[in-house]
């Protein structure tokens, strides 16, 4: 894709029981720090990674 926004996935392997987020946290000096990532709540407060959020359920429709 042009400009340099490829969509990448990455696969990262242990053997064992251990939680992507941890994987994250484990390897992320080897990741590119100009690179931005989309995850899950589990995600949130880490500064390279965009989470999703829920609207509250009061709350008027959404503009587009």
Same mark, same amino acid.
């Given at each position: 894709?042009?400009?340099?926004?490829?969509?990448? =996935?990455?696969?990262?392997?242990? &053997? %064992?029981?251990?939680?992507? +987020?941890?994987?994250?946290?484990?390897?992320?000096?080897?990741? =590119?720090?100009?690179?931005?990532? &989309? %995850?899950?709540?589990?995600? +949130?407060?880490?500064?390279?990674?965009?989470?999703?959020?829920?609207?509250?359920?009061?709350?008027?429709?959404?503009?587009?």
């Amino acid at each position: 894709m042009p400009g340099g926004e490829d969509i990448v =996935d990455i696969s990262i392997g242990q &053997l %064992g029981k251990i939680t992507d +987020i941890t994987l994250f946290i484990n390897n992320r000096q080897n990741l =590119d720090t100009k690179e931005r990532f &989309l %995850g899950e709540k589990a995600y +949130i407060g880490e500064e390279f990674v965009t989470t999703h959020y829920k609207k509250p359920k009061k709350a008027g429709p959404s503009e587009i």
